[in-house]
């Protein structure tokens, strides 16, 4: 009777586990796979941010999510051959951007910029005051002497590109993506253990009941 309770109570359990653990394991690895992807940096234009070589986790966002100041990976249809590319976003939609040597103003305000890698900026380059159109974006490269960015394109709606062309912004750690991973993970090992407890469950029960063997009477002497 014992054994037959365990058996059931193994089985209430794999009830419970199974689909607790499916819901996660497909939640946390859908919601990573959905909203996220890893890409190989392959320029210097963003050194010394982020290195060529080096492996990120791009968020998918909207283009209203965009940000000042974002690293984005952005699609620019004839531009850089169509394939994406990683730049900053310096100025927004409305956004008045002027720059006089290697300093950036934002509609007169001086921006702040401690990743910029430090040395000559491109010579092709020089001084701008442009306004970016409504819906798009003003790009730079963190290593303003190695970047082919909005400063290369200013006769092009002032080298702005398209905010709907953004496939995402890059991460600065991979800990918000990882969590939603451990989720999916913690949701396969509790799918597994149901499972087990499941087998285990039925087995308890056909065992219990199984009926006991007859034993044959002592012989009489």
Not at 55 to 70: H, M, N, S, Y
Request: proline share 6%; charged share 20%.
């Amino acid at each position: 009777m014992q054994q037959r309770g365990g058996g059931s109570g193994l089985r209430v359990a794999a009830w419970v586990l199974v689909p607790l653990g499916l819901v996660l394991a497909l939640g946390g690895i859908g919601y990573f796979f959905t909203n996220y992807q890893g890409v190989t940096v392959m320029s210097q234009a963003m050194e010394p941010t982020y290195r060529m070589g080096e492996r990120l986790v791009i968020e998918r966002i909207d283009a209203g999510e965009v940000r000042r100041g974002d690293v984005v990976l952005v699609q620019v249809p004839d531009r850089y051959e169509g394939g994406p590319v990683l730049q900053r976003v310096i100025g927004m939609g409305g956004d008045h951007v002027v720059c006089e040597g290697d300093r950036i103003t934002v509609n007169g305000k001086p921006v702040d910029e401690p990743y910029v890698m430090r040395g000559e900026v491109n010579p092709a380059t020089g001084p701008y005051d442009v306004q970016v159109p409504e819906g798009r974006l003003f790009l730079l490269g963190d290593h303003r002497g190695n970047s082919n960015d909005s400063r290369f394109f200013l006769d092009e709606q002032s080298g702005s590109v398209a905010a709907s062309g953004v496939l995402g912004r890059a991460q600065k750690g991979f800990g918000a993506a990882a969590g939603w991973v451990v989720i999916g993970v913690l949701g396969i090992v509790l799918t597994l253990v149901g499972i087990g407890l499941g087998i285990g469950g039925y087995a308890a029960g056909r065992s219990a009941r199984r009926p006991l063997a007859a034993v044959p009477p002592w012989p009489v002497v």
